[in-house]
């Protein structure tokens, strides 16, 4: 069995920063694209940003510029850094990755549980 669990969430003051990791574990052979995703009260899922294996990225438009997220393999671990942090980035933050857990297995994807981010003074 795969697991993600997502780590770093927490209350922050507007303006201030976070730094969410997500570690997989379990059976993997390879771990493909990582994202992390998010969900307010009352909002749809969001894709917030990911990463593939190669290393390429893509964010949403609203967090372009103050969010980077990044991959440590050797870990199987994928990182989110959040800067100047807005109310608006409140939300449930779920990391996802796409993971073979076994040469002769074939892809799947997996959910973290989420960590809560709250942004407010």
């Known amino acids: 069995q795969v697991q993600l669990v997502e780590s770093g969430g927490g209350l922050v003051q507007p303006g201030g920063s976070l730094r969410l990791s997500c570690a997989a574990s379990g059976s993997i052979f390879r771990i493909y694209t990582m994202g992390w995703y998010r969900q307010a009260p009352g909002k749809q899922r969001e894709l917030v940003a990911a990463i593939t294996r190669g290393g390429s990225t893509n964010y949403a438009d609203s967090v372009k510029g103050r969010f980077t997220i990044s991959r440590d393999d050797a870990k199987n671990t994928v990182y989110l850094q959040m800067n100047s942090l807005k109310p608006e980035d409140t939300a449930v933050y779920y990391c996802?990755?796409?993971?073979?857990?076994?040469?002769?297995?074939?892809?799947?994807?997996?959910w973290g549980q989420g960590t809560q981010v709250t942004v407010s003074s």
């Open positions: 996802n990755a796409d993971i073979r857990s076994g040469y002769y297995s074939q892809q799947s994807n997996y």
